[in-house]
């Protein structure tokens, strides 16, 4: 594509153009450097993770602004949850382990024959003195696990015991924790500030070189698992904008990337080479603020507002305009209706309708006492059905939404202000609950065990009043409702299934009716790949990872997985 | 603090030591340059105005996303069926609104802030000049961010405003500089000494001869506005709710219009702004040539003959009245 | 020398009015930075309610402290040279991350502004020597390119130069495939390249303005009666051109120069956004998303000294431009 010649020519051009002698040494850029010859022996690839800007080294896996590689490529965990799937945890850095009957003790067994990337072997010792680290040191104990002590009784098995019953704390336990090795880490005087210079872990790639635009990951060749890596090197890049992502990745100088792109499928026409997967994962719904006992204001605080919008809402319609035609449906329980169909015990609570149903909304509207005024917008009690909605500026997909459910609004008599506001005023409206309506996503949980979600999103203990921040990506709706509250509870004291499902049965029906939350579409999770150097990338038949590119852990099951072409 | 990387435009510096000459307030003779900057100027104007009474609803959304002109989108659609014709029609009465506000804005802040301040002297000079210096430097982006975070929908006025705050301090700092070489000279000395009242000598002396001088500031003003305003919305910062070419340019940018092959999208918004820029620089042209009468059309080659003409014999004893 | 002592003082007050501004603003913002390091990381991957609390004993907030105290502390930090520890990039300082970005922003812009200016007071001399000619006709043209958004125009540039046909890279600034960063020919060469397309795209928006600026100003100083008795005495006309001309002309431009230098810094922003150029811009619109206090007054007492440097260095020129600015009445 790109020949000396032509390059040669545009360098002559510039020197016409402008006359400025230090351009002229353009001409010289050696260009050997574009071919990226194919082949085992020395494959490389390229991925954007979503780096903007400057890139500042850390390597800290308890450090909030580690570089992503750091989970995953370098540390691994002792089990890895899928997200992308309903599976069990795989076992990475141990093989098994096992509650004691009070919930208070865990045994770990770890892995033999795993070493180090410095060549020293992985040991439960380890494992133990990891979360005693976590224990010891409150600033790096992000989940806030209260741990009474942790020991390893002999070199594969690390036994946990916690203050109360801790089932429900397991998956950020095993699936979660990053695994250190005892002799680099203690003697790093404060863990929390370290970024961790020459990173040691058990993963499959390990530092080669780091410069604030990019850096390159090699494999470790002594990984634990035969044969994995095949990639050698991988490298990450920072990209400003999408379209500076699909240009790059359009002239193949990116493997791997996840940006949402519109017109995709027109994008990718003419490149046999580039191909992309749709893995929906998060809702994106209308979050109201929903109890005026505890300070919100406005006409969603009626839960029969908040129904007549999830019927009057045309998702078919949204999912074309908006969505790109990659949305799937949710579920009026917040769940995922592919993945956790066996969470979801009532058939008709498994996904939204797809089109409007204008006339169920206006008849419930008409019961709850809301009538159309002149102007077409219904009114109670003096009071215009009026509602505010906020976005995030550059949210295009959602600005989309908000633009086309004012249409869908309007004709069952609600009228629906859209405004867009920055990033933090956005988060900071939620957090404080000084917002009407807000578009937003609903996240994913540590495992696919629905006690996440339900936990955050709608238990009271994670709300605050409107003004006080409420937990951290928890109940923003300011929702309270004891009977939730109650099996909530119950859910998390057992890790018998079938006892939780009986209790989330009974959230599901609670929230489907209350709508908090209002489900529009799981929305698209788009990952575009480059198969001219490697292939093995996940695809709808075969999950075995959530396959984003800014995914932290997952990314390295992903490496660990491609073959080199 | 616009966002271009030019901050002060060197025909203002080079119009501050043009020797002006006393209380000249002639109308720029028409040219080419002149008739061509109008005209352009008035149609978008007129397309502002009237645009957004004639085109449908803008924000409206059609099942047909991003398709080329045709009968019924004269100017096709955008991601979601929007009518670009519209919403074209919005953006150039918003970005208008925009350029508007700010010139009036600087005008009063730079002629209050420059002029009285240079004219006035003593601390009078000391205290806006500093304030002026201060106004230069304060980075404009972070500002309306702040700003913004206080009403909840960010509206063009408040954009039209920040941009205002950040940009009148460079026109200050020319108009001081000029006026200080104004009041200087023999004849505001002479009616100075002739006992003539202090806001009197401003008003009649000195402010006539600075009226070329503002109006070109002011027609900078409303192109670095307008251009301002754009690149805000380029980082997502403008005024979000509305529509000004520079969203429409944003959102256009967002959809990947331009690799999509969606000309019709990202190329008429920012065409409008270049010609109603190139409008206002060929009017600016016009006005410089007022401001410093060497600019008119005698050339070298005419002088160099000794030569004259009837109508530069008259016009060199106009200005030597 | 008064004079000069006098200015110094003048500008030593502005910088203080100035700092005191960009200490301010920062703190009149909305979120916390706690928060919005939380959000950010719930995006990456779950987090519980409780890392609130691991969050805030890592940056050391929660303390509230009285804002006065916060003022004095800053200002005894700035004179020390300490700007604290930046919260995008935690736990780097926001030194380092000047000290990476800056060199590239002050490399491509402030290059590109030179350029320009030398290209444009040239171009404009030959106009306005030769008034009449094609030169002299060209410059509405130009100016028309001063008008054009910015962006726009490296848009569309950057779509057909680096996408259609591949001439010039498409982001960054240097090959990072193949390149190491440091003192060595092939990363000069490919830092050169990189920066050749978002370089042209400044000068070609920005020449116009330099250009007509020169032009006006030759016109005016070849009416001088200096300029007459130099023809008179028969003295060449490059030489009337260069040393009688041109260099009274350029004075005016040269002080433009000067301010727009002190700008460079603040307009790197688009430009940077639009090539995934790694200057100092993209950290600012980094900080700024992220809520980063230390790093955006970091950046904005970059922004600042630079622009006051430039000024006083253009009412130093001026003053010795134009006697009549000094006298006071």
């Known amino acids: 594509m790109r020949t000396r010649v032509t390059r040669r020519r545009a360098a002559r051009l510039t020197v016409a153009l402008i006359t400025a002698t230090s351009l002229i040494l353009a001409g010289c850029s050696d260009d050997s450097s574009k071919a990226k010859p194919g082949g085992a022996a020395n494959s490389s690839i390229t991925i954007f993770n979503g780096a903007n800007g400057t890139i500042v080294e850390n390597w800290n896996p308890f450090s909030p602004t580690f570089l992503q590689p750091t989970e995953g490529l370098i540390y691994e965990t002792l089990y890895y949850f899928n997200l992308a799937a309903e599976a069990a945890p795989r076992p990475m850095l141990a093989t098994a382990t096992s509650w004691s009957p009070d919930g208070k003790q865990l045994t770990i067994t770890t892995r033999e024959g795993v070493r180090w990337s410095d060549g020293q072997p992985f040991t439960a010792k380890d494992v133990a003195f990891t979360f005693d680290l976590i224990r010891r040191t409150p600033a790096i104990n992000a989940t806030a696990i209260k741990i009474v002590s942790s020991v390893a009784t002999d070199d594969k098995t690390v036994v946990l015991t916690f203050p109360k019953p801790s089932y429900t704390e397991e998956p950020s336990l095993i699936g979660y924790t990053p695994i250190i090795a005892e002799h680099v880490w203690k003697g790093i005087a404060d863990p929390a500030k370290s970024i961790n210079q020459n990173p040691v872990g058990t993963g499959p790639y390990k530092l080669k070189t780091f410069s604030s635009q990019s850096y390159v990951m090699e494999k470790n060749a002594a990984y634990w698992q035969p044969g994995k890596p095949q990639i050698q090197t991988v490298r990450y890049i920072s990209l400003a904008t999408a379209d500076a992502a699909s240009a790059a990745f359009i002239a193949g100088q990116i493997d791997w990337m996840s940006s949402f792109l519109p017109g995709l499928d027109q994008l990718l026409k003419n490149h046999k080479n580039l191909t992309y997967v749709n893995t929906p994962a998060l809702t994106a719904s209308i979050f109201t603020c929903a109890d005026a006992g505890l300070g919100c204001s406005g006409a969603q605080t009626d839960p029969a507002v908040r129904q007549a919008m999830y019927y009057a809402i045309n998702r078919d319609q949204l999912n074309k305009l908006a969505g790109g035609g990659f949305a799937v449906p949710a579920s009026p329980t917040l769940l995922l209706p592919d993945r956790d169909k066996k969470w979801i015990t009532d058939s008709s609570l498994v996904t939204v309708p797809g089109g409007a149903d204008p006339a169920k909304a206006n008849q419930i509207l008409d019961q709850a006492g809301w009538a159309k005024g002149g102007d077409g917008i219904r009114a109670k009690d003096g009071k215009r059905l009026s509602l505010t909605i906020q976005t995030v500026t550059g949210w295009s997909d959602f600005i989309s939404l908000n633009d086309a459910m004012k249409q869908e609004f309007k004709e069952i008599g609600i009228e629906l202000k859209p405004t867009q506001v920055s990033w933090n005023e956005w988060n900071n409206n939620q957090v404080q609950g000084k917002y009407q309506l807000s578009l937003d996503s609903i996240g994913l949980g540590p495992s696919s065990n629905p006690f996440y979600t339900y936990n955050l999103k709608y238990s009271s203990a994670t709300t605050a009043k409107v003004g006080e921040s409420a937990g951290s990506n928890g109940n923003y709706a300011r929702y309270r409702n004891a009977t939730v509250d109650k099996a909530i509870a119950t859910a998390a004291a057992t890790n018998d299934e079938n006892i939780q499902k009986q209790q989330y049965a009974i959230i599901q029906t609670e929230i489907a009716k209350d709508l908090p939350y209002i489900p529009i579409y799981v929305n698209s999770l788009l990952t575009e790949f480059n198969t001219d150097r490697a292939t093995g990338w996940p695809s709808n038949d075969n999950k075995y990872a959530l396959p984003a590119s800014w995914k932290v852990w997952d990314n390295g099951i992903v490496l660990a997985n491609l073959k080199a072409k | ?321 | 020398m008064r004079h000069l002592f006098r200015k110094i003082g003048f500008y030593l007050v502005a910088l203080w009015a100035a700092v005191t501004v960009n200490f301010i603003i920062p703190r009149l913002m909305p979120g916390d930075p706690v928060d919005i390091l939380l959000s950010k990381l719930g995006q990456r991957g779950p987090v519980t309610p409780e890392t609130r609390k691991s969050i805030e004993a890592l940056l050391g907030a929660g303390t509230h402290q009285p804002l006065w105290s916060q003022y004095t502390e800053y200002l005894h930090n700035l004179v020390t040279g300490d700007l604290g520890v930046s919260v995008t990039f935690f736990p780097a300082p926001v030194t380092s991350i000047i000290e990476q970005t800056l060199p590239w922003t002050i490399g491509l812009i402030g290059l590109a502004t030179l350029i320009s200016f030398v290209v444009g007071v040239g171009l404009g001399t030959l106009a306005g020597w030769k008034r009449g000619s094609w030169l002299d006709n060209l410059i509405p043209v130009t100016t028309m390119f001063q008008s054009v958004p910015y962006f726009w125009l490296a848009l569309i540039l950057l779509f057909a130069l680096g996408s259609i046909w591949p001439v010039f890279p498409l982001n960054g600034g240097y090959d990072v495939y193949s390149v190491t960063p440091g003192w060595n020919g092939a990363f000069l060469r490919s830092v050169v390249y990189y920066g050749t397309l978002p370089a042209l795209t400044i000068i070609l928006s920005s020449v116009g303005g330099w250009m007509l600026g020169m032009r006006n100003m030759m016109v005016s100083t070849l009416s001088e009666d200096y300029l007459l008795t130099a023809e008179a005495k028969g003295l060449r006309p490059g030489r009337v051109m260069l040393r009688y001309a041109a260099r009274n002309a350029v004075l005016p431009s040269i002080s433009g120069f000067a301010i727009s230098l002190g700008f460079v810094v603040a307009g790197s922003i688009v430009t940077e956004a639009v090539f995934s150029y790694p200057g100092i811009g993209s950290a600012l619109l980094q900080a700024v998303s992220g809520n980063d206090y230390a790093l955006m007054q970091g950046i904005f007492l970059v922004i600042t000294l630079s622009v006051l440097g430039a000024n006083l260095l253009v009412d130093l020129l001026y003053s010795v431009i134009d006697p009549r600015t000094r006298t006071r009445g």
Do not use: C
């Not at chain 2, 405003?161 to 700092?173: K, P």
């Not at chain 2, 009226?211 to 305003?229: K, M, N, R, T, Y």
């Open chain 2, 1 to 321: 603090m616009t966002l271009t990387t030019q901050a002060a435009d060197p025909a203002d510096t080079g119009a501050t030591l043009a020797e002006p000459s006393r209380r000249r307030r002639s109308l720029p003779p028409m040219s080419t340059k002149l008739a061509i900057g109008l005209t352009l100027g008035g149609l978008i104007l007129l397309f502002g105005l009237l645009g957004p009474y004639v085109t449908q609803d803008p924000s409206l959304v059609h099942d047909y996303g991003l398709t080329g002109p045709s009968g019924s989108h004269w100017l096709g659609t955008t991601q979601t069926g929007q009518d670009v014709l519209a919403q074209l029609a919005h953006a150039t009465r918003g970005s208008l609104t925009v350029g508007a506000i700010v010139g009036v804005l600087t005008l009063l802040l730079s002629a209050f802030f420059g002029v009285v301040g240079a004219y006035a002297g003593g601390w009078v000079d000391e205290v806006f000049s500093l304030f002026t210096n201060v106004m230069l430097v304060i980075p404009g982006l972070p500002l309306v961010i702040v700003i913004s975070s206080y009403v909840p929908d960010k509206s063009l006025w408040l954009v039209a405003l920040v941009l205002s705050i950040t940009g009148w301090a460079g026109s200050a700092r020319v108009l001081r500089g000029y006026t200080l070489s104004l009041r200087n000279r023999d004849y505001v000395i002479a009616s100075r000494v002739a006992g003539e009242k202090r806001w009197r000598i401003l008003t009649v002396e000195i402010l006539p001869n600075l009226i070329p001088l503002l109006a070109s500031q002011v027609v900078f003003a409303v192109i670095f506005a307008i251009l301002g305003e754009a690149g805000l919305s380029y980082l997502g910062l403008g005024a979000s709710g509305s529509f000004t070419w520079g969203t429409m340019l944003y959102y256009a940018q967002n959809g990947l219009a331009l690799r999509l092959g969606a000309w019709w999208w990202f190329v008429p918004p920012g065409l409008m702004l270049a010609l109603f820029g190139a409008a206002l620089s060929l009017i600016n042209f016009s006005i410089d040539e007022i401001i410093n009468p060497k600019l008119r059309n005698q050339t070298r080659a005419a002088r160099r003959g000794w030569r004259m003409s009837r109508q530069q014999l008259a016009k060199a004893k106009e200005a030597g009245l």
